[in-house]
């Protein structure tokens, strides 16, 4: 396994390694502390190694994982010893963990082993130029390296390895087509909704997911690459594991129909369907299927995880579309009870990502400790980051039945569908080593097999229909059709001379970084700039007119000594829904600003600090808990919604721009309605006071409102006549995602977004099953500014997930960054790469 890509940084010479990776042989180590854990090794075959810099036990620790990603051991401590500083430093291109037959294994006594220690190969691959340094590092820890050419060498299954390497790619593409036909040659036959506790007729597209998802859960077939042999033994032919045990099927996959075709409908007819207790479910043709569910089985509830706004989705499903009181639901959000029995006692319990990831480590969860019998992850990309606390709680999930659910399955690059394959239990795609291996690598190569095998195994798991497709074919579902424009604006003579003076201190603040290490040490000093600009073209009262007082003139200056720079900082965070911690690469959950003002979550940086580092990941300035401050909270002068309807403030370019188009869509169709997207908070408070003027009925939705006010804010906006009301203002994190609000027919993108496909997921709020109008989508954009450049980012995207799902050509993540910053700031025009 490639263990070094399982942790970030990249090794001082990296750039010095040349020519491919190859088998540079194999040591004889052992698996220890296997008593520690309950998960084993399943017979002979290969194991995962992890490098596990962050261990509080041993920073060298390198640990081992069965092919079910379940941890069983690790490598002892002296041989971690000497393997690790290897990976770190990235001479070591990747270790491959086997455990051999005892009928071959050289230099091994049978005796040696206990019943928790298990003798284990680790085949190293190493670029050409770092062989000899590897070698001496070998010697001197008398460790004896097996080369391909040593006599036992042959005797062993690391013969099989070699050869596996030299083997054409054909093989292994071979093995990936035949599963791709093999899964893709089923009839499914289209199922009706249980009608004792679905009320509404399902759509014939939902008709065919709900017989998808019935013949992947109750299909009996071995897992994808699993096959059976004629002496009973199984084996996943593309890694050539074997066990006496047959493999439980993959009862689950991933439903990734396009955004608006009533993915929800479809579940909850699923989730019905295990609930329905009548003599047998029908199928479309009327063909009686097998009884669901025996009265006798007991509780099997199912457990769906989403984002807090899309809970009223669910919430709104629920009451249009089911009988009252046909499925028992909790909602295990607020307060919420701590036994497991009660929640048993349920269909379908809701629940957030968030208080999945918050009770990860409680050990009196009862959310980890039930059997739950299937899981719905509902916006699953919302856990593309496979480090994120979030993303491990899903995965440790207890389940029969495991389902992704996402409209953008892929939204930045192809690796964003890891953890997704980690959460199925997908084996061998489960561990990030194959999945690199196999997928990512050959992708980033711009190696064609790579994109094929992506198809297949997708092809293997997953339903992926859309709304709309080319003139040729039929769209899924008879939609009013959408339109998508950008509006240009200009700048006032006043606001140019501003935004201008601004952006050319910012880009003189760039430059004065200097290199690119620099640069990401400063990279928090440099999204804040960006940040600054950004909002700029919203709204000249949205920031500080002066480049200083945004920033610290020191970005060493410590916040211990000045709470004003703390509150700065705070302040900072909480007007750009964009920012991320630099450790996990998600929002942070409680935010913490270092006394060197560099912004993580508090769990991701108390784990730094345990290790043995103790330095801040970005400047490397030493950091103790007496250097971690929790951001204040900022609270708005105008959160409550009321507004200053009476401010005689002059009305932004932009501001202006959209009450005229708000104004002319009202003259042609008095009824219409509209949503604002902004992803400044800030923004939709300023904008309540010149909308109501104008004589709009207004609504927001923003992220700081609880669930309650999100679904009665969700419930006013839908209804209709004469005083209802016309416009909302919505917050794309409130409201991106699994919210309804088909009430409106056109859309206003205040601002554009890093990622394309955060906007998609805005306009089909609107543009969803539902719709009767036609969808007019209007993006606003201020001409020769940064919002230009961010859509010549998004076209970059948008063309690396549709050509390659995100290939990168090679190049350095921390060299693609630095563009992406430097053309944000209109140095290096047209030159930025993609860092997603």
């Known amino acids: 396994?490639?263990?070094?890509?399982?942790?970030?940084?990249?090794?001082?010479?990296?750039?010095?390694?040349?020519?491919?990776?190859?088998?540079?042989?194999?040591?004889?180590?052992?698996?220890?502390?296997?008593?520690?854990?309950?998960?084993?090794?399943?017979?002979?075959?290969?194991?995962?190694?992890?490098?596990?810099?962050?261990?509080?036990?041993?920073?060298?620790?390198?640990?081992?994982?069965?092919?079910?990603?379940?941890?069983?051991?690790?490598?002892?401590?002296?041989?971690?010893?000497?393997?690790?500083?290897?990976?770190?430093?990235?001479?070591?291109?990747?270790?491959?963990?086997?455990?051999?037959?005892?009928?071959?294994?050289?230099?091994?006594?049978?005796?040696?082993?206990?019943?928790?220690?298990?003798?284990?190969?680790?085949?190293?691959?190493?670029?050409?130029?770092?062989?000899?340094?590897?070698e001496v590092a070998l010697y001197e820890a008398e460790l004896e390296l097996i080369h391909p050419n040593h006599p036992e060498f042959a005797l062993s299954q690391a013969a099989a390895v070699k050869e596996q390497t030299k083997k054409a790619d054909r093989d292994v593409d071979k093995l990936f087509s035949l599963v791709g036909r093999k899964e893709g040659k089923a009839q499914i036959q289209p199922?009706?909704?249980?009608?004792?506790?679905?009320?509404?007729?399902?759509?014939?597209?939902?008709?065919?997911?709900?017989?998808?998802?019935?013949?992947?859960?109750?299909?009996?077939?071995?897992?994808?690459?699993?096959?059976?042999?004629?002496?009973?033994?199984?084996?996943?032919?593309?890694?050539?594991?074997?066990?006496?045990?047959?493999?439980?099927?993959?009862?689950?996959?991933?439903?990734?129909?396009?955004?608006?075709?009533?993915?929800?409908?479809?579940?909850?007819?699923?989730?019905?369907?295990?609930?329905?207790?009548?003599?047998?479910?029908?199928?479309?043709?009327?063909?009686?299927?097998?009884?669901?569910?025996?009265?006798?089985?007991?509780?099997?509830?199912?457990?769906v995880v989403c984002p807090p706004s899309v809970i009223s989705s669910w919430v709104t499903q629920l009451e249009e579309h089911l009988d009252p009181g046909s499925l028992k639901v909790y909602m295990y959000h607020g307060e919420r009870t701590r036994d497991p029995k009660e929640l048993l006692k349920h269909d379908l319990v809701l629940t957030t990502y968030r208080i999945l990831g918050t009770e990860f480590e409680q050990e009196d969860s009862p959310v980890k400790h039930i059997e739950w019998f299937r899981v719905i992850l509902d916006e699953a990309h919302v856990i593309k980051n496979s480090a994120a606390r979030q993303t491990k709680a899903v995965i440790a999930l207890n389940a029969e039945r495991r389902w992704v659910v996402t409209g953008t399955p892929i939204q930045n690059s192809s690796f964003d569908l890891y953890p997704l394959m980690a959460f199925l239990k997908f084996q061998p795609f489960s561990m990030k080593n194959y999945w690199q291996k196999l997928i990512q690598r050959p992708l980033e190569r711009g190696n064609k097999t790579g994109l094929s095998r992506l198809q297949n195994i997708l092809g293997a798991i997953s339903l992926r229909r859309l709304k709309e497709t080319d003139i040729e074919t039929k769209s899924m579902v008879e939609l009013p059709p959408k339109t998508v424009s950008e509006c240009y604006i200009d700048l006032s003579e006043e606001e140019r001379e501003i935004y201008d003076r601004m952006e050319l201190e910012g880009k003189k603040k760039m430059q004065e970084f200097g290199d690119r290490d620099s640069i990401l040490r400063n990279y928090s000093t440099v999204l804040y700039i960006i940040l600054r600009l950004r909002q700029l073209c919203d709204d000249v009262s949205l920031c500080?007119?002066?480049?200083?007082?945004?920033?610290?003139?020191?970005?060493?200056?410590?916040?211990?000594?000045?709470?004003?720079?703390?509150?700065?900082?705070?302040?900072?965070?909480?007007?750009?829904?964009?920012?991320?911690?630099?450790?996990?690469?998600?929002?942070?959950?409680?935010?913490?600003?270092?006394?060197?003002?560099h912004i993580y979550c508090q769990t991701c940086i108390m784990k730094i600090l345990k290790s043995s580092s103790s330095r801040c990941p970005i400047c490397r300035r030493s950091l103790s808990k007496e250097d971690l401050f929790l951001a204040p909270e900022v609270k708005h002068s105008d959160e409550d919604g009321s507004g200053n309807t009476e401010s005689d403030r002059p009305l932004s370019s932009k501001v202006q721009t959209l009450l005229k188009l708000l104004k002319t869509s009202q003259n042609e169709d008095p009824s219409s309605k509209s949503v604002v997207f902004s992803q400044f908070k800030k923004m939709l408070i300023l904008l309540e006071a010149p909308l109501k003027n104008a004589g709009f009925n207004i609504l927001r939705l923003d992220g700081s409102m609880s669930l309650r006010k999100r679904l009665q804010v969700i419930k006013q906006f839908a209804h209709g006549g004469p005083d209802s009301p016309t416009v909302l203002l919505a917050s794309l994190k409130a409201a991106g995602a699994g919210v309804n609000l088909t009430a409106a027919s056109t859309v206003y993108l205040f601002e554009p977004w890093w990622n394309p496909g955060v906007e998609e997921q805005a306009m089909d709020r609107?543009?969803?099953?539902?719709?009767?109008?036609?969808?007019?989508?209007?993006?606003?954009?201020?001409?020769?500014?940064?919002?230009?450049?961010?859509?010549?980012?998004?076209?970059?995207?948008?063309?690396?997930?549709?050509?390659?799902?995100?290939?990168?050509?090679?190049?350095?993540?921390?060299?693609?960054?630095?563009?992406?910053?430097?053309?944000?700031?209109?140095?290096?025009?047209?030159?930025?790469?993609?860092?997603?």
């Open 766 to 836: 609107v543009h969803r099953i539902g719709q009767k109008k036609e969808v007019r989508v209007v993006r606003l954009i201020v001409k020769d500014s940064i919002e230009e450049r961010i859509l010549s980012l998004q076209e970059k995207k948008k063309r690396l997930i549709s050509s390659a799902f995100g290939k990168k050509g090679g190049k350095d993540d921390k060299e693609v960054r630095v563009e992406e910053l430097r053309m944000m700031l209109g140095l290096d025009k047209g030159k930025a790469g993609c860092r997603w």
């Open 544 to 597: 500080p007119l002066d480049v200083k007082s945004w920033l610290p003139s020191n970005s060493l200056e410590d916040v211990s000594k000045n709470p004003e720079l703390l509150k700065k900082l705070a302040s900072l965070v909480d007007d750009g829904d964009d920012f991320d911690c630099p450790i996990c690469l998600s929002p942070p959950t409680k935010t913490v600003i270092t006394s060197c003002t």
């Open 191 to 303: 199922v009706e909704a249980p009608e004792d506790v679905v009320l509404s007729e399902l759509f014939d597209h939902q008709k065919e997911a709900l017989g998808w998802m019935v013949h992947r859960e109750e299909s009996e077939d071995l897992p994808p690459f699993w096959e059976e042999s004629e002496d009973g033994i199984f084996e996943n032919v593309l890694i050539n594991q074997k066990t006496e045990e047959r493999r439980p099927p993959l009862k689950g996959g991933i439903f990734a129909d396009d955004m608006g075709l009533g993915k929800t409908l479809t579940l909850l007819s699923l989730i019905g369907r295990t609930k329905a207790r009548n003599v047998g479910v029908k199928t479309a043709e009327g063909a009686k299927r097998r009884k669901v569910e025996d009265a006798g089985e007991g509780p099997r509830p199912t457990l």
């Open 1 to 134: 396994m490639d263990a070094s890509s399982s942790h970030g940084g990249g090794g001082a010479g990296d750039d010095a390694l040349h020519g491919e990776p190859y088998l540079l042989g194999f040591i004889v180590s052992k698996i220890v502390g296997m008593r520690h854990y309950f998960a084993r090794v399943d017979g002979h075959g290969s194991v995962g190694l992890v490098r596990e810099p962050l261990n509080t036990y041993d920073v060298n620790a390198i640990a081992v994982y069965n092919t079910r990603d379940e941890k069983v051991g690790h490598l002892p401590a002296p041989v971690a010893k000497v393997l690790a500083p290897l990976l770190d430093s990235h001479l070591l291109a990747g270790v491959h963990g086997l455990v051999p037959d005892w009928g071959c294994r050289p230099k091994i006594n049978r005796s040696d082993f206990k019943p928790h220690i298990l003798p284990c190969q680790v085949h190293l691959f190493a670029h050409p130029d770092a062989a000899a340094v590897i």
